[in-house]
Protein backbone atom coordinates (compact mmCIF):
# COMPACT_ATOMS: atom_id res chain seq x y z
CA UNK A 1 0.00 0.00 0.00
CA UNK A 2 2.88 1.95 1.02
CA UNK A 3 4.55 1.51 -2.30
CA UNK A 4 1.75 1.84 -4.18
CA UNK A 5 1.10 5.48 -2.29
CA UNK A 6 4.69 6.66 -3.01
CA UNK A 7 5.09 5.45 -6.82
CA UNK A 8 1.33 7.86 -7.06
CA UNK A 9 2.85 10.86 -5.28
CA UNK A 10 6.43 10.01 -7.68
CA UNK A 11 4.05 10.22 -10.40
CA UNK A 12 2.54 13.16 -9.68
CA UNK A 13 5.44 15.25 -8.65
CA UNK A 14 6.94 14.41 -12.45
CA UNK A 15 3.41 15.54 -14.02
CA UNK A 16 4.03 18.97 -11.82
CA UNK A 17 7.38 19.14 -12.79
CA UNK A 18 6.98 18.36 -16.33
CA UNK A 19 3.87 21.41 -16.43
CA UNK A 20 6.42 23.87 -14.30
CA UNK A 21 8.92 23.43 -16.87
CA UNK A 22 6.58 23.90 -19.96
CA UNK A 23 4.97 26.70 -18.59
CA UNK A 24 8.35 28.64 -17.71
CA UNK A 25 9.88 27.94 -21.57
CA UNK A 26 6.33 28.90 -22.89
CA UNK A 27 7.02 32.15 -20.29
CA UNK A 28 10.18 33.21 -21.33
CA UNK A 29 9.11 32.93 -25.26
CA UNK A 30 6.68 35.01 -24.72
CA UNK A 31 9.04 37.78 -22.86
CA UNK A 32 12.01 36.83 -25.53
CA UNK A 33 12.53 40.17 -27.25
CA UNK A 34 11.16 40.18 -31.04
CA UNK A 35 14.46 40.34 -33.27
CA UNK A 36 14.76 44.09 -34.43
CA UNK A 37 16.29 45.02 -37.88
CA UNK A 38 19.46 47.00 -37.47
CA UNK A 39 19.30 50.42 -37.42
CA UNK A 40 22.09 51.39 -39.71
CA UNK A 41 22.14 49.31 -42.82
CA UNK A 42 25.96 48.32 -43.46
CA UNK A 43 25.82 48.05 -47.27
CA UNK A 44 27.84 49.98 -49.92
CA UNK A 45 26.23 53.57 -50.10
CA UNK A 46 24.10 54.40 -52.85
CA UNK A 47 23.22 58.03 -54.32
CA UNK A 48 20.06 59.35 -55.34
CA UNK A 49 19.62 62.62 -57.07
CA UNK A 50 16.58 63.55 -55.81
CA UNK A 51 14.88 66.92 -57.01
CA UNK A 52 12.04 68.25 -54.11
CA UNK A 53 9.43 70.88 -54.47
CA UNK A 54 10.70 73.44 -51.58
CA UNK A 55 7.03 73.43 -49.59
CA UNK A 56 5.52 71.57 -46.69
CA UNK A 57 3.73 69.18 -49.16
CA UNK A 58 7.50 66.95 -48.53
CA UNK A 59 8.24 67.63 -45.19
CA UNK A 60 8.71 63.60 -44.70
CA UNK A 61 11.93 64.75 -46.98
CA UNK A 62 12.83 67.66 -44.56
CA UNK A 63 12.10 65.08 -41.23
CA UNK A 64 14.10 62.28 -42.57
CA UNK A 65 17.25 64.68 -43.94
CA UNK A 66 17.19 66.08 -40.56
CA UNK A 67 17.14 63.08 -38.58
CA UNK A 68 19.63 61.45 -40.79
CA UNK A 69 17.03 58.80 -41.53
CA UNK A 70 18.81 58.38 -45.34
CA UNK A 71 22.14 58.05 -44.08
CA UNK A 72 21.19 55.22 -41.69
CA UNK A 73 19.62 53.30 -44.48
CA UNK A 74 23.16 53.87 -46.68
CA UNK A 75 21.94 56.02 -48.73
CA UNK A 76 23.16 59.47 -50.10
CA UNK A 77 20.43 61.63 -51.21
CA UNK A 78 21.44 64.65 -52.77
CA UNK A 79 18.65 67.10 -52.40
CA UNK A 80 18.00 69.92 -55.71
CA UNK A 81 15.39 71.77 -54.59
CA UNK A 82 13.00 73.64 -57.47
CA UNK A 83 10.03 75.72 -57.07
CA UNK A 84 7.35 73.25 -58.26
CA UNK A 85 7.14 69.62 -58.96
CA UNK A 86 6.24 70.14 -62.27
CA UNK A 87 9.69 71.90 -63.05
CA UNK A 88 11.46 69.04 -60.87
CA UNK A 89 9.93 66.38 -62.85
CA UNK A 90 10.00 67.79 -66.02
CA UNK A 91 13.93 68.17 -65.55
CA UNK A 92 13.78 64.44 -64.74
CA UNK A 93 12.57 63.72 -68.03
CA UNK A 94 14.06 65.99 -70.13
CA UNK A 95 17.61 66.30 -68.86
CA UNK A 96 17.86 62.64 -66.83
CA UNK A 97 19.92 64.30 -64.21
CA UNK A 98 17.59 63.48 -61.19
CA UNK A 99 16.68 60.03 -60.15
CA UNK A 100 13.22 60.89 -58.00
CA UNK A 101 11.45 63.99 -57.34
CA UNK A 102 8.28 64.81 -55.22
CA UNK A 103 5.06 65.93 -57.63
CA UNK A 104 1.04 66.29 -57.45
CA UNK A 105 -1.12 64.79 -59.69
CA UNK A 106 -1.22 67.33 -62.36
CA UNK A 107 2.24 67.16 -64.04
CA UNK A 108 2.02 63.87 -63.69
CA UNK A 109 -1.08 63.46 -65.51
CA UNK A 110 0.25 66.01 -68.49
CA UNK A 111 3.58 63.95 -69.18
CA UNK A 112 1.71 60.91 -69.16
CA UNK A 113 0.24 61.93 -73.10
CA UNK A 114 3.60 61.24 -74.45
CA UNK A 115 5.79 59.86 -71.72
CA UNK A 116 6.04 56.44 -70.07
CA UNK A 117 9.47 56.26 -68.72
CA UNK A 118 8.62 56.92 -65.30
CA UNK A 119 5.99 55.54 -62.02
CA UNK A 120 4.88 56.57 -58.85
CA UNK A 121 6.40 54.97 -56.08
CA UNK A 122 4.51 56.12 -53.15
CA UNK A 123 1.78 59.40 -51.94
CA UNK A 124 3.83 61.31 -48.73
CA UNK A 125 1.07 63.64 -48.13
CA UNK A 126 -2.79 64.22 -49.22
CA UNK A 127 -4.26 67.77 -48.34
CA UNK A 128 -7.66 69.84 -49.34
CA UNK A 129 -6.96 72.57 -47.95
CA UNK A 130 -3.23 73.49 -49.75
CA UNK A 131 -4.21 75.11 -52.62
CA UNK A 132 -6.23 78.07 -52.59
CA UNK A 133 -7.35 81.07 -54.71
CA UNK A 134 -6.43 84.33 -52.69
CA UNK A 135 -7.97 87.98 -54.74
CA UNK A 136 -7.60 91.47 -54.51
CA UNK A 137 -10.25 92.85 -52.80
CA UNK A 138 -9.07 96.28 -54.11
CA UNK A 139 -9.89 94.53 -57.59
CA UNK A 140 -13.58 94.32 -56.93
CA UNK A 141 -13.60 90.89 -56.28
CA UNK A 142 -15.40 89.97 -53.30
CA UNK A 143 -17.31 86.58 -54.17
CA UNK A 144 -16.35 83.70 -56.81
CA UNK A 145 -18.53 85.15 -59.38
CA UNK A 146 -16.62 88.21 -59.45
CA UNK A 147 -13.51 86.48 -61.42
CA UNK A 148 -15.46 87.00 -64.48
CA UNK A 149 -13.31 88.89 -67.01
CA UNK A 150 -10.19 89.17 -64.27
CA UNK A 151 -6.68 87.90 -64.75
CA UNK A 152 -5.94 85.23 -62.42
CA UNK A 153 -2.24 83.49 -62.26
CA UNK A 154 -1.69 80.23 -62.10
CA UNK A 155 1.41 77.74 -62.62
CA UNK A 156 -0.21 75.91 -65.92
CA UNK A 157 0.22 72.29 -66.04
CA UNK A 158 0.69 72.06 -62.36
CA UNK A 159 -2.16 71.13 -59.31
CA UNK A 160 -3.18 74.80 -58.91
CA UNK A 161 -4.14 75.20 -62.85
CA UNK A 162 -6.22 72.14 -62.50
CA UNK A 163 -7.24 73.36 -58.79
CA UNK A 164 -8.49 76.71 -60.56
CA UNK A 165 -10.85 74.99 -63.11
CA UNK A 166 -12.84 72.73 -60.29
CA UNK A 167 -13.46 75.95 -58.82
CA UNK A 168 -14.33 77.38 -61.58
CA UNK A 169 -16.62 74.99 -62.73
CA UNK A 170 -18.12 74.49 -59.33
CA UNK A 171 -19.21 77.94 -59.36
CA UNK A 172 -20.45 77.81 -62.65
CA UNK A 173 -17.88 80.16 -64.29
CA UNK A 174 -16.39 79.15 -67.68
CA UNK A 175 -12.77 78.94 -67.73
CA UNK A 176 -13.30 81.50 -71.15
CA UNK A 177 -14.88 84.20 -68.73
CA UNK A 178 -11.29 84.85 -67.46
CA UNK A 179 -7.94 85.11 -68.40
CA UNK A 180 -5.88 82.34 -67.09
CA UNK A 181 -1.69 83.85 -67.21
CA UNK A 182 1.15 81.14 -66.67
CA UNK A 183 3.99 82.12 -63.89
CA UNK A 184 6.17 80.12 -62.23
CA UNK A 185 4.80 79.27 -58.66
CA UNK A 186 7.05 81.40 -56.87
CA UNK A 187 6.18 84.65 -59.35
CA UNK A 188 3.09 84.52 -58.19
CA UNK A 189 2.85 86.53 -55.08
CA UNK A 190 4.90 89.39 -56.61
CA UNK A 191 2.38 89.06 -59.87
CA UNK A 192 -0.47 89.71 -57.45
CA UNK A 193 1.26 92.75 -55.30
CA UNK A 194 2.37 94.37 -58.00
CA UNK A 195 -0.84 94.21 -59.85
CA UNK A 196 -0.01 91.76 -63.03
CA UNK A 197 -2.98 89.63 -62.30
CA UNK A 198 -5.84 90.26 -60.02
CA UNK A 199 -5.73 86.54 -58.45
CA UNK A 200 -4.20 83.69 -58.17
CA UNK A 201 -4.76 79.78 -57.72
CA UNK A 202 -1.33 78.12 -55.73
CA UNK A 203 0.02 76.67 -52.91
CA UNK A 204 1.39 77.32 -49.80
CA UNK A 205 3.55 78.97 -48.93
CA UNK A 206 2.64 80.88 -52.00
CA UNK A 207 -0.47 81.81 -50.79
CA UNK A 208 0.87 83.16 -47.21
CA UNK A 209 3.47 85.25 -48.83
CA UNK A 210 0.87 87.11 -51.28
CA UNK A 211 -1.51 87.74 -48.87
CA UNK A 212 1.46 89.42 -46.28
CA UNK A 213 2.09 91.27 -49.24
CA UNK A 214 -1.46 92.44 -49.59
CA UNK A 215 -2.50 92.64 -46.27
CA UNK A 216 -6.48 94.13 -45.96
CA UNK A 217 -6.95 93.91 -49.65
CA UNK A 218 -6.34 90.19 -49.66
CA UNK A 219 -9.15 87.48 -49.71
CA UNK A 220 -9.84 84.26 -49.78
CA UNK A 221 -12.22 82.31 -52.03
CA UNK A 222 -14.02 79.32 -50.21
CA UNK A 223 -13.50 76.07 -52.05
CA UNK A 224 -15.94 74.16 -50.53
CA UNK A 225 -13.00 71.20 -50.59
CA UNK A 226 -13.40 70.32 -53.89
CA UNK A 227 -10.36 68.12 -54.44
CA UNK A 228 -7.66 65.83 -53.02
CA UNK A 229 -4.43 67.32 -53.74
CA UNK A 230 -2.07 64.27 -53.57
CA UNK A 231 1.86 64.69 -53.58
CA UNK A 232 3.92 61.30 -54.64
CA UNK A 233 7.19 60.55 -54.88
CA UNK A 234 8.08 59.53 -59.10
CA UNK A 235 11.07 58.06 -60.00
CA UNK A 236 12.23 56.99 -63.78
CA UNK A 237 11.74 53.74 -64.89
CA UNK A 238 15.24 52.87 -65.17
CA UNK A 239 16.35 53.98 -61.98
CA UNK A 240 13.77 51.67 -60.86
CA UNK A 241 15.00 48.55 -62.93
CA UNK A 242 18.90 48.91 -61.57
CA UNK A 243 17.89 50.26 -57.98
CA UNK A 244 15.00 48.63 -56.09
CA UNK A 245 16.46 47.64 -52.84
CA UNK A 246 17.76 51.23 -52.58
CA UNK A 247 13.88 52.42 -52.95
CA UNK A 248 13.26 50.17 -50.41
CA UNK A 249 15.39 51.73 -48.51
CA UNK A 250 14.58 54.70 -49.26
CA UNK A 251 11.15 54.22 -48.28
CA UNK A 252 11.90 53.16 -44.59
CA UNK A 253 13.51 56.22 -44.43
CA UNK A 254 10.03 57.81 -45.11
CA UNK A 255 8.53 55.62 -43.03
CA UNK A 256 10.24 56.47 -39.84
CA UNK A 257 9.76 60.20 -40.28
CA UNK A 258 6.57 59.91 -40.65
CA UNK A 259 6.06 58.28 -37.85
CA UNK A 260 8.08 60.73 -36.54
CA UNK A 261 5.93 63.36 -37.46
CA UNK A 262 3.04 61.22 -35.72
CA UNK A 263 5.01 61.66 -31.95
CA UNK A 264 6.97 65.25 -32.57
CA UNK A 265 4.40 67.29 -33.84
CA UNK A 266 6.11 70.73 -32.31
CA UNK A 267 9.84 69.81 -32.72
CA UNK A 268 8.62 68.40 -36.69
CA UNK A 269 6.95 72.00 -36.64
CA UNK A 270 10.24 73.69 -35.63
CA UNK A 271 12.60 71.35 -38.00
CA UNK A 272 10.01 72.44 -41.47
CA UNK A 273 9.60 76.39 -40.48
CA UNK A 274 13.95 76.37 -40.07
CA UNK A 275 14.83 74.20 -43.17
CA UNK A 276 11.94 76.01 -45.30
CA UNK A 277 12.55 79.74 -43.51
CA UNK A 278 8.99 79.76 -42.88
CA UNK A 279 7.52 81.40 -39.68
CA UNK A 280 7.47 78.65 -37.31
CA UNK A 281 3.49 80.55 -36.02
CA UNK A 282 2.48 80.25 -40.31
CA UNK A 283 3.49 76.58 -40.14
CA UNK A 284 1.54 75.85 -36.72
CA UNK A 285 -1.68 77.64 -38.26
CA UNK A 286 -1.88 75.37 -41.43
CA UNK A 287 0.00 72.16 -40.17
CA UNK A 288 -3.25 70.42 -39.57
CA UNK A 289 -4.38 70.73 -43.05
CA UNK A 290 -2.16 68.21 -44.21
CA UNK A 291 -2.15 64.40 -43.32
CA UNK A 292 1.75 62.95 -43.79
CA UNK A 293 0.89 58.76 -44.39
CA UNK A 294 2.94 56.93 -46.39
CA UNK A 295 0.75 54.76 -49.03
CA UNK A 296 -0.92 53.92 -52.77
CA UNK A 297 -4.55 53.83 -52.97
CA UNK A 298 -7.37 53.50 -55.79
CA UNK A 299 -7.63 57.36 -55.34
CA UNK A 300 -4.87 57.91 -57.68
CA UNK A 301 -5.66 56.05 -60.45
CA UNK A 302 -9.41 57.91 -60.65
CA UNK A 303 -7.91 61.40 -59.70
CA UNK A 304 -5.03 60.76 -62.58
CA UNK A 305 -8.17 59.60 -64.96
CA UNK A 306 -10.72 62.66 -64.12
CA UNK A 307 -7.65 65.13 -64.80
CA UNK A 308 -6.52 63.33 -68.19
CA UNK A 309 -10.32 63.67 -69.47
CA UNK A 310 -10.21 67.46 -68.11
CA UNK A 311 -7.10 67.92 -70.28
CA UNK A 312 -8.67 66.22 -73.30
CA UNK A 313 -12.16 68.05 -72.92
CA UNK A 314 -10.13 71.57 -72.62
CA UNK A 315 -7.93 70.96 -75.45
CA UNK A 316 -5.43 71.44 -73.36
CA UNK A 317 -3.22 68.05 -74.87
CA UNK A 318 -3.50 67.05 -78.47
CA UNK A 319 -3.99 63.32 -77.11
CA UNK A 320 -7.44 61.45 -77.15
CA UNK A 321 -7.39 58.41 -75.00
CA UNK A 322 -6.55 58.89 -71.64
CA UNK A 323 -3.77 56.64 -70.49
CA UNK A 324 -3.60 53.45 -68.83
CA UNK A 325 -2.30 54.79 -64.86
CA UNK A 326 -1.54 50.96 -64.40
CA UNK A 327 1.58 51.55 -66.00
CA UNK A 328 2.33 54.90 -64.11
CA UNK A 329 2.68 52.98 -60.59
CA UNK A 330 5.34 50.95 -59.01
CA UNK A 331 3.67 49.76 -55.49
CA UNK A 332 6.73 46.49 -54.87
CA UNK A 333 8.85 48.60 -52.94
CA UNK A 334 6.25 49.99 -50.47
CA UNK A 335 4.45 46.64 -50.33
CA UNK A 336 7.74 45.44 -48.69
CA UNK A 337 8.06 48.29 -46.42
CA UNK A 338 5.12 48.78 -45.41
CA UNK A 339 2.27 46.68 -47.43
CA UNK A 340 -0.82 47.54 -45.53
CA UNK A 341 -0.39 51.36 -47.29
CA UNK A 342 -1.09 49.29 -50.90
CA UNK A 343 -4.76 49.39 -51.08
CA UNK A 344 -4.32 49.30 -54.96
CA UNK A 345 -7.30 46.49 -56.47
CA UNK A 346 -5.28 43.65 -58.34
CA UNK A 347 -2.32 44.51 -55.39
Known amino acids: M??????????????????????????????????????????????????????????????????SYFSEQGLDVEIKEFDSGRNALKTMLEQGNLDMVTV?????????????????????????KDVKILARKDKGINKPEDLKGKKIGTTKGSTGHYFLSLFLSYNSISISEVDVLDFKATELPQAIANGSVDAISTWEPNIYNAKKQLGEQAIFLSDKEVYREDFYFVSNKNFIKNNSYALERFLKAIKKAEEFIQKNKTESINIV??????????????????????FLDQTVFSTL?????WA???????????????????????????PEAVTIIGE
Open 2 to 67: QKKMNKKIILISAIVLIVLLVLGGYYLLLNQPMPQEPKNYTGPTEKIVFGVETSLLPSLVWIAENQ
Open 104 to 128: AQTPIMFNSFNKNDYAIIGTMVTSK
Open 273 to 294: SKRLKLDKEFTTSVWDDFNFNL
Open 305 to 309: EDEAK
Open 312 to 338: ILNNLTNATEVPNYLNYIYPDALKKVK
